[in-house]
């Protein structure tokens, strides 16, 4: 049987209610149950696919092709259970499901409305797809107050009174402020906070509060008393030094104990935090320290490249050195430039990315990597422009480029039409922006007596992509010849996955983004082995 439990957040956004969902979900799962985790986001974008980094920080892929909320990034790396496109709605999709029905006359000439339709459409999602799980956790987006999530909390508010009857909890996340001036921690904040969501008919079962500074027993009593949770589900988060502490601060402030006693039910395993102290005291602790430049953008948009920083820290964590990100703006880097950041730099990284703004700087510095031999990974449009750079500067088509970006180049990267999981062409000119890419998990052989085989140690690979572009594949053997090989490629031989480079030490381009696949437990072996040459190139 599903219980269900609902995470909401008052007084201010940014508080970790993703931190918080996916560290109680890591320890539930510990505990030897079932768990699975959803995110309901009050926007009215139908997928935070064609929204900027600006807005909403890094679009995150699932197996099955769904662009996701960021928060299903911190899901995967703390429980190792992999996402579903079922696991993120978004307003926006919920009213496009719906006028799509009122067009067909599915309503049967009802007036359509925000009660019930729209709530019941959020109920369904809630339920959806549920096989064997003994958890899902729901987290509602945005702030406890918002106009636009009152849908949503009027949505579990009927559902815990229907199908979830005596099998919901639900978890209010606060800010606690400390005030400077009076030297004093305040409970006000939350206070009213908790009375505008029982103004809903939310009463919540667990209260947990954000804070600098570990709460005093006085203060969290008055948390208790004013609104009316028992003093031991008055749980405190203070900041923690790495978010891989996380879990084990909620386990040592006992949320998951808690949420079982609510349940009355048993653990069905002992918790090992043994995996996570190791972690913490690797990023905590390693005195070594290998300089990445990473090269976009976005670079100083703090959530735009979340799982690619991740995914860097795991890579670190497993050669025990601490990862330093050189963050370079792109659209910034001239010659002289590139020259004096990139000689403190042991490696090299040029993310995804779309458009051509910044596209020299990325350029010009592909080819420092690949002159000096300086380690290399491109992701995705990183992949392409190491493409564009080397038939530039090798091949010598001088005109090489990318359709995407340069209408009258000579593409080396262009837009193949709309691909379909076959591989088969799905024609149209007219498409919308969202939901054109090629977007989810697709395999790719790997040649033999390749580095991209040697550290993956497998002949075929299931990675996440997302973009529109690909390499011109008959290019193949003109690139070969003179030493860039590709040497990952789709099962039907038709798409360039992998390229890398004959005599460079460690130079690879992947048309996938392996970041999304990273676990702390589990560093993915391309971020493990891209740090390790780093750590040997300097
Ligand atoms: N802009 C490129 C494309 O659409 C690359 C996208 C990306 O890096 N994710 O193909």
Redesign the pocket.
């Known amino acids: 049987m599903a219980r269900y439990i609902f995470v909401t957040g008052g007084v201010v956004s940014s508080l970790g209610k993703g931190l918080s969902s996916a560290s109680l979900a890591f320890l539930l799962k510990s505990l030897g149950f079932n768990v699975r985790l959803r995110k309901m986001d009050p926007y009215l974008n139908v997928d935070p696919g064609t929204m900027s980094p600006f807005q909403h920080g890094e679009v995150f892929v699932t197996d099955d092709g769904a662009e996701t909320d960021l928060d299903l990034g911190h899901y995967e790396r703390f429980t190792n259970i992999s996402a579903k496109k079922s696991d993120n709605i978004t307003t926006g999709r919920i009213y496009s499901d719906i006028i799509k029905k009122e067009r067909k006359g599915e309503y049967l000439g009802k007036t359509v409305q925000v009660i019930p339709h729209v709530t019941n459409r959020i109920k369904e999602f809630i339920k959806k797809d549920i096989i064997n799980e003994d958890f899902v956790i729901c987290e509602i987006g945005g702030t406890v107050g918002d106009i636009e999530s009152l849908p949503f909390l009027e949505a579990i508010r009927q559902f815990s009174n229907e199908d979830g009857f005596q099998k919901s909890l639900f978890i209010h996340l606060t800010l606690v402020p400390f005030l400077k001036s009076s030297d004093e921690i305040k409970t006000k904040p939350t206070q009213h906070s908790v009375k505008e969501l029982r103004s809903l008919g939310i009463q919540p079962d667990i209260i947990i509060c954000r804070s600098e500074m570990p709460i005093p027993p006085d203060q969290r009593k008055k948390i208790s008393l004013f609104c009316n949770v028992r003093f031991e589900n008055v749980i405190e988060t203070v900041d923690v030094k790495t978010i891989y502490e996380a879990p084990k601060s909620f386990y040592l402030e006992k949320l998951d104990k808690q949420v079982l006693k609510f349940f009355k039910l048993k653990p069905r395993k002992k918790i090992n935090l043994k995996p996570w102290n190791k972690i913490t005291n690797t990023i905590l602790r390693s005195k070594k320290v290998v300089n990445i430049a990473l090269i976009g953008k976005y670079v100083n948009l703090k959530d735009a490249y979340k799982s690619l920083d991740e995914a860097l820290i795991h890579g670190g964590i497993k050669n025990n050195v601490k990862v330093n990100l050189l963050r370079l703006d792109s659209e910034k880097l001239n010659s002289k430039e590139i020259n004096k950041n990139l000689k403190k730099a042991s490696g090299i990284l040029i993310p995804?990315?779309?458009g051509k703004r910044g596209t020299d700087g990325k350029i010009l510095s592909i080819k420092l990597a690949r002159e000096k031999g300086i380690p290399f990974l491109g992701?995705?449009?990183g992949m392409?422009l190491a493409v564009i750079e080397f038939a530039r500067n090798v091949l010598k088509i001088k005109k090489a480029g990318s359709s995407?970006f340069d209408k009258g180049c000579e593409p080396v990267v262009g837009l193949m039409e709309e691909w379909d999981k076959n591989g088969s062409i799905i024609k149209g000119t007219n498409l919308d922006l969202g939901g054109t890419?090629r977007l989810g998990a697709f395999s790719a052989k790997l040649r033999h007596n390749s580095l991209i085989r040697s550290i993956y140690r497998k002949s075929s690979i299931s990675e996440r992509h997302?973009?529109?572009?690909e390499v011109d594949f008959k290019l193949k053997e003109k690139f070969e010849k003179k030493g860039m090989i590709f040497s990952g490629v789709s099962p039907d031989n038709k798409l360039t996955e992998i390229i890398e480079l004959k005599g460079h030490h460690w130079f690879i381009g992947v048309q996938f983004?392996p970041e999304f696949k990273s676990r702390p437990l589990y560093p993915h072996p391309l971020f493990s082995s891209f740090i390790n040459a780093s750590k040997k190139y300097k």
Request: proline fraction near 0%; charge should be positive; hydrophobic fraction near 30%.
């Open positions: 995804g990315g779309f992701i995705c449009f392409q995407e890419m997302r973009h529109r572009y983004h």
